[in-house]
């Protein structure tokens, strides 16, 4: 009986007069490059019991085999061991609060790449001042995971002194006034996230995996490549920024056309005496810096001005939080709370930042969050985000032990947190919070095996990123791969590990609280709500009337077009090629 051919694919780099192939049984077979994205090749070949990839006449390391009976090996990177791990799942603690748009955004199991051509003299101004406002075009953009090939347009205030940078993309930002934004995953706009201060990386994604566990309102992210010009630029976190878009799929299922989805402002601190710590401070709007409180997306508010950073929606906020007395909550019923804000997704936010001492966030810096106003009902959503810096990364000695009651920055204002922890009900509700989290994931028993099995998908490309010289001028990382290994799980490159954070956390609080870290909560059960993004860029119910899966959903214009988008410094299945060739601009 004769085998069908398999088709091949492989995203690879070779020199300009370069060749690839795929070696089967150490028979070579030529591969073509992809008419919309050069660098996947592409070819049928016989199955074999292994297989290479060969890029200009040199095979690459590792030695592949098929799956039993594949006819596809997906998109694979040229001399990567892995492509698909298998990533355990995080245990769910709560149903998601609020009603989200699952998508392919979120993925925990492969790294996919993406490929940016852009300008190149204006993209090398952008690189090398980081630190000032700039645009470069960019020509085309592609993006490749295992299943899918997409293009979309190509982001943090610290780490602009490091020499790989993070980046934004707004895919909409040179489009033709009255014409339809281009959506990548139901997005407007993301980030590339370098990670530059986490020796292992995988901080920020393990935060964000969390809060989703947890029923939180959270922002997605995956693992990507990014290749700009040909030239390597490392490896990062693909994320969420913030847009309608954005807080439309964390809040209302992916309803881009929710009407009173309001105004978001940026919480952020600049000092001690200069954060966004959500205190009343009077009417008067100047009393409000828009150091501390930004105006970054005005949804469907048509009273409301990124220019003139409109404050008054976010003083209402401010004395309605004032005016609630703590000492008085005594049940789940208190309508001022519950019409300002969801309690259980705040007391989440709030727990995982202490469980991972997210020492410049919402809790001990009152920064790094977005504060969005439900227009209609008048409630607020609080979601944050930026998460390097957590798990012990940065970390105080001690803070891992420090019990909840002393976790606010001595003579701090706290509005917020003190709103729950001072009010009898809260507190205890709080506590509960605490136990079921570090019962149902936040243990070293669930997590550690996570960390094992990116380290797995991970080591080759950290390898790479930090063989990577940096673009931009500052800081240049000095971790190495065994920093990485060594801090998933103990101290390396003065970081405290991750899962010692883990172990160290979980055991100061167990003895706090009286209670152990064993599952003994009973099921949670099927979640139905929400919304799942299909491939076609169809939004469906996700009540299991469809055979979608969430975690290779795609875009959400499924359609092959031209737009217009750009690329910022910031602090920051498709079966078939479906590439979208977009007019960019890095800035």
């Not at 592409?42 to 292994?50: L, R």
């Not at 090398?124 to 592609?142: E, H, I, L």
């Not at 801090?487 to 003065?494: D, H």
């Amino acid at each position: 009986m004769v085998q069908a051919d398999v088709q091949y694919a492989v995203v690879a780099f070779p020199s300009n007069a370069g060749s690839v192939q795929v070696a089967v049984d150490g028979q070579n077979h030529p591969l073509t490059a992809d008419s919309q994205v050069p660098n996947l090749f592409k070819g049928s070949a016989p199955s074999g019991s292994s297989y290479q990839y060969v890029m200009d006449n040199q095979a690459e390391t590792p030695k592949r085999s098929l799956a039993n009976g594949a006819s596809s090996t997906g998109n694979e990177f040229f001399n990567r061991t892995h492509t698909i791990v298998n990533v355990p799942e995080l245990p769910q603690a709560y149903h998601p609060f609020y009603p989200p748009l699952f998508t392919g955004m979120n993925k925990s199991n492969e790294v996919a790449t993406i490929i940016l051509n852009v300008n190149g003299s204006a993209f090398d101004s952008v690189v090398q001042a980081p630190t000032q406002k700039g645009k470069a075009q960019v020509y085309s953009f592609a993006y490749v995971s295992n299943k899918e090939v997409y293009t979309i347009s190509t982001s943090g205030q610290s780490t602009k002194d490091f020499a790989k940078q993070s980046y934004a993309i707004d895919f909409g930002d040179f489009i033709p006034q009255g014409q339809k934004k281009p959506l990548f995953f139901g997005r407007t706009i993301v980030k590339l996230r370098a990670e530059a201060t986490d020796p292992t990386q995988l901080r920020e994604k393990l935060y964000l995996d969390c809060l989703a566990a947890a029923g939180a309102t959270t922002l997605s992210g995956s693992f990507v490549r990014l290749f700009v010009n040909n030239q390597p630029y490392g490896l990062y976190t693909l994320m969420d920024d913030i847009s309608t878009h954005t807080i439309d799929n964390m809040l209302h299922g992916g309803n881009w056309t929710y009407a009173t989805t309001g105004v978001t402002y940026k919480g952020n601190a600049l000092s001690p005496t200069q954060e966004g710590n959500l205190a009343y401070l009077g009417d008067d709007p100047t009393k409000y810096s828009p150091d501390t409180y930004k105006l970054v997306d005005v949804g469907e508010d048509p009273n409301a001005s990124t220019k003139n950073n409109t404050v008054t929606n976010l003083i209402d906020f401010t004395k309605r939080l004032s005016q609630i007395n703590p000492s008085t909550i005594t049940d789940g019923n208190n309508q001022a709370l519950l019409g300002l804000l969801n309690p259980d997704n705040t007391l989440v936010a709030l727990a995982m930042n202490y469980l991972t001492d997210s020492w410049d966030g919402l809790w001990v810096q009152a920064s790094n969050y977005y504060l969005n106003q439900d227009f209609g009902t008048n409630q607020w959503c609080i979601t944050s985000y930026d998460f390097d810096e957590t798990f012990g990364n940065g970390a105080q000695p001690g803070r891992d032990s420090v019990p909840y009651t002393n976790y606010s920055r001595p003579d701090s204002v706290r509005p917020l947190p003190d709103l729950f922890l001072n009010s009898p009900y809260y507190k205890l509700h709080f506590e509960e919070i605490l136990k079921t989290m570090v019962k149902r994931f936040f243990n070293t028993r669930v997590i550690v095996p996570r960390l094992q099995a990116w380290a797995t998908l991970l080591e080759e490309d950290i390898a790479w990123d930090y063989s990577i010289p940096g673009h931009s001028p500052g800081t240049k990382n000095t971790f190495t791969v065994q920093d990485f290994l060594t801090n998933l799980n103990s101290t390396a490159a003065s970081t405290e590990g991750i899962g010692q954070w883990i172990g160290n956390r979980v055991s100061s609080l167990t003895q706090q609280l009286s209670f152990t870290d064993a599952d003994d909560l009973p099921p949670l059960g099927p979640y139905k709500g929400g919304n799942v993004l299909l491939g076609n860029g169809q939004i469906v119910p996700n009540d299991g009337s469809n055979s979608a899966n969430p975690g290779t959903s795609t875009n959400g214009n499924g359609s092959n077009g031209t737009s217009a988008a750009s690329l910022t410094i910031a602090n920051p299945v498709v079966l078939a090629s479906a590439l979208i060739v977009m007019a960019m601009a890095l800035f």
